[in-house]
Each structure stands twice: as structure tokens, then as C-alpha cells.
């Protein structure tokens, strides 16, 4: 994850234009191929897929549905060789089982599919001569290839939170060991060569609440979890699988999920981990810098509507190097440190912002921020919250302390580059909409739809300290409308984007910012745009996806020559099913998730 000398640079690749195709858009002189797609064979003898012979055996050595976060680790000293690794965030029931009708009429062995689905794959795979172009190594020795589960696997709680009261469950009375990871939907590489997960809409998978005790409603509430009806509708009733997901009979299980999941791809023996320093929210990701002292600083986001940003900032310092003692110590500097949520304020005055997205007299959205110091360690800053409390309800910990409510962080990312922080503030339909909190400087328009970039820059570039100031320099949405503004380019040049969701950079410092939901009623897709000098600002469409998917990853390589993405949920259109499908993609029939990868055949960098 370090720097590498710059290859990539001008982005002077042909825009692709805005389309409602079922198929995946590239540049003219780029290809792009599926590498891996649900149902493929990851554990070494895994089964071919079959729709129809589908067993929860089967999908826990098969790539999971719904590939969300892509990161790709290079095996060490191995240019040809790299692990591919994969969140898989959640399913879609309909889209996977023939002659599906509802959710009640699943089958229990079903239902454990859908469970096995969910969690992440680490894939081998390999490149084709020194080309960009990247498949899964086929062998009967898949010494890496793994598949974590919701269903089977087992992960570790660490940092001070472990082992509390909230963490407890009649099958883990110490509180220590979970089984499953849910709906993991962003994440990061980290610099000592792990992956980072975050767990997301955790919420949706618990039942029974309305049985739980009155005392800990009002915290399940605050996570989105129903506590007024046993089943919340569109339930998965996954309780008929696994009882630990009624939370009437383990009102606990529920705090298990909703961290972030640090795994080790290079050790496929070992346990993940859910790191309860980095605090419990809906986390979309996390992301790591290397600060100039050597603590690490972990940024992330809560997605959801008014939720907050947040930032760790470790004890220990990183040591560089590769030996077996570095690896083993950075191993542990996600488990203790500072956990901080963000207070910002801006510097026009509050009548310039009206809530359209006009921008205000100073020309720029912008301003000053503060880490909120929450928990250090095990002790807590919250009056009246115990450290346990901060880092397992820290939601309720960011409201205690006037935290800044976002339009939907997403993923939070900091430039290797520049070191300036950038995140995806997605959309806020209910910005100032009835009670809700009106537009204010750094979340700009009311009802917002398109979302907008946030970019952080810390102050004296210390990532460890608690001031910043910060900037929008991309307001999303149709650069032909009032209300957009891309770093002051002309606007007549730029691509129409909606709904920013991920982030991610090449060597150059390029931002790549992929879609979720774009409102302008076109696929969505993957952008990229310079963030420094003259064409700041100058954003343009590098590919679309099918019907109904969204874009996630993406993944750049260090050698500049891939760029992997993510296409989430093709043909999730309302009224679709695997008998009735809305998408075709990729191999006709019905739809499936899959992961790509685009490059130049003639060996240029992407982007170029
Ligand atoms: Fe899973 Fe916030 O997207
Ligand atoms: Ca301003
Ligand atoms: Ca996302
Ligand atoms: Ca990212």
C-alpha cells in the first residue's frame, strides 16, 4: 500500500456516456473480463455451481453473492501472483432460488445458503504475462483460498470492549468469539497486508426484539433494529436457521456484529478479528494511514442518513519492514487506541446556505472540523458511559457529544499521495425534510439526492491531531443543474455522477468514486477525476454496469495496469426473480454477482 513511482497521470481515456445497457461500458481501447463470479469454486475440490443442486455445503466453498469491498494483495516477491479478497455484503433470496416466491417459503437449508453467501473470500489468482488482465489460479493446492461465512466461521473479539457484559451470549459466556460476520461491505488494505471489513445493515438480520429487555430497546432502536413487532417486515426470520438471531431469547447477539473485521489473507489458519476499539456502527469501511510518528489512523464512515464520521488512531506505532516481528506486531495496532467522532462547522455564513447547493459568497463550501476524543483505551470521555458503552453503542456516544450528522458517510479514504481524506457522502433524501437537521455548510442541500465528496485535511498534515479543516470538491449530480460543482472546472465537460459510494486512488493520486443508486435514471458506474492542479474537478465516466447492480471495489493495482470493480446485485429491479430475470449479466440466463477486471491490452496504465 506504500507509494509507488507514479505511472498513472493524465486521465485521458474516452468518456463513457451515461446508458441503461445490461452489460459493463469501457473505454475504446480497454477490455474488461469477469474474474470470479458467485458460485465459483474457491476452496480447493470445491463443487462446480448448479442453481438447481444448491446446498449450504456447497456455497460455503463457493464465492459468496453480492461482492461488495475488493482489495488485491500481491503475494510477496511475486509480480504475476496476488490474493484477491472479497466482501460478500448480503442476498438476494430472489435472485437465487428457482421457483422463489417469499422469504417464509425459503426452506431452512435455503435459508442457510443465504447465510453462507454472506462473509468474504480470499481468492489466488494470477495475471497473464505481465498484461492487466487477472484470473483465479486453478490448482488442487489453493493454499490461501478461504471462505468466511455467517453461517460457520469463527472470529475473535479484541480491544476493550472484549469479553464485556453487552458481548456475552449463552454460547459465548466469555465474550469473546463470534460466529459469522454480516453484511461486510467496504473495507481497506491495510499497510502491513491484511483487509479490513466493515460490518454494515447488521440490523436487518435480528428478530424478536419486541421480547427483549425493555432496558436495551432504546439502544436496538438506535441501530435500526425493530423492537415493536417480532418480525419487522421484509424479515429474513433467519431465527428459523439459527435461534441466536431471535433476539427475545439472546438479546446480546446483536452487539456481535457491526465492527470492523481485520483478516489475515497470508495465514488462512488463523482467526479473524472484530476489533471493538474502532467502536460499533452501520460501518461502510475502514481505511488506514500511517501518521508521521507511526501510529496508524484508521478513518471511517456510519452509513447511514445523519450518522458521523469517525477516526482511530492507534496506541502502538507501525513498524515497517517485512519480517516475521513486524507482521506480528502491526498485527496488534488495531487493538487498542483512541477512538474520535467529527464535529464540523462551516465558515460562511449560515444564511448563504439555503439549502439549494448554491454556493455561498467565499465560492466554497468549506470550513473547520474537530475530533471529538470519545474512548482511549478502556477509559471512557463520555459522562456516564463506560468505555464497554462508548465502543459498543458509539452512536449513542457521538450524540452525547454533539457529533456532526452526515448525508451518509460511506467509504472514507485517505490519499497516500496528498494524505488529505476523502469520503462519500452518498445522499440524504431526508436532509430538512419535516424535523430533520437542515442543510448546513458541509451537507449543502436539502433532499439531497446526488450526495457530494468530502474531502479532510488534517491540520499540520497530523493525522493524530484533533483540528482539520475541510472542503466539498465535488458536488454530485447533473453537472448541467444549479446545484453541482466540480472543484470549479467548467462544467460543460464533466460526466453526470449520483450516489458516491466508494473511493479509491491510483499511483497519481487520481480519485476513482464508484456509484450506488444513481438518481439521474442511468446504470451506475466508476468515474474518476485529478483532486490537485489545473484539471481538478475534471471528472469522467470509466465504465458502467448492467441493470440493477451497483459499482463497488474499485480496486486499482500499485502497477497501475487493473482496475478491479465490483458489480453488486445485477437485475435487483423490483418484481425480478432468477425465473424472471431483469439482467442477464454475465452469462446469460440470469444474473450473477461478479467481480471484473479492466485493462489496457496494450500494457498502459488505466486512466490514461
Ligand atoms: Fe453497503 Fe453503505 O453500502
Ligand atoms: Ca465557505
Ligand atoms: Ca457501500
Ligand atoms: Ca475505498
Redesign the pocket.
Known sequence: QQLKPSKAGALTFETVAPNTRDAVTVPAGYETAVVIRWGDPVVAGAPAFDLHQQTAARQSRQFGFNN?FVGVLPLPGRHDRALLVVNH?YTNEELMFPGFTSLDALTVEQLEVAIAAHGLSVVEIERAGRSGRWTPVKSRHLHYNRRLTALASTFRLTGPAAGSAWLRTAADPRGTTVVGTLNN??GGVTPWGTVLSGE??FNQYFVGADQSPEALKPKLTRYGITTTARYPSGSRKWDRAQERFDLGKHPNEAHRFGWIVEVDPFDPESAPRKHTALGRLKH?GANVIVARDGHVVAYMGD?ERFEYLYKFVSDKKFLPGHSHLARKHNLTLLESGTLYVAKVTGDSPAGEIDGTGTLPADGRFDGKGQWIKLVSGSRSYVPGMTAADVLTFTRLAGDAVGATKMDRP?DVQPSLRTGKIYAAM?NNTNRGVGTNAPADEANPRNANKHGHIFEVTEDHGDHTGTTFTWTLPIVCGDPAAADTYFGGYDKSAVSPISCP?NVAFDSAGNLWIST?GNALGSNDGLFATPIEGKEKGHLKQFLTVPRGAETCGPFITGDDKSVFTAVQHPGEISGATVDKPASFWPDGGYAKPAVIVTWRPDGGPVGS
Do not use: L
Open positions: 461488495d455484503e461491505c467496504s454494515e445493515n461502510e452509513d460511506e452518498t459510494d450506488d
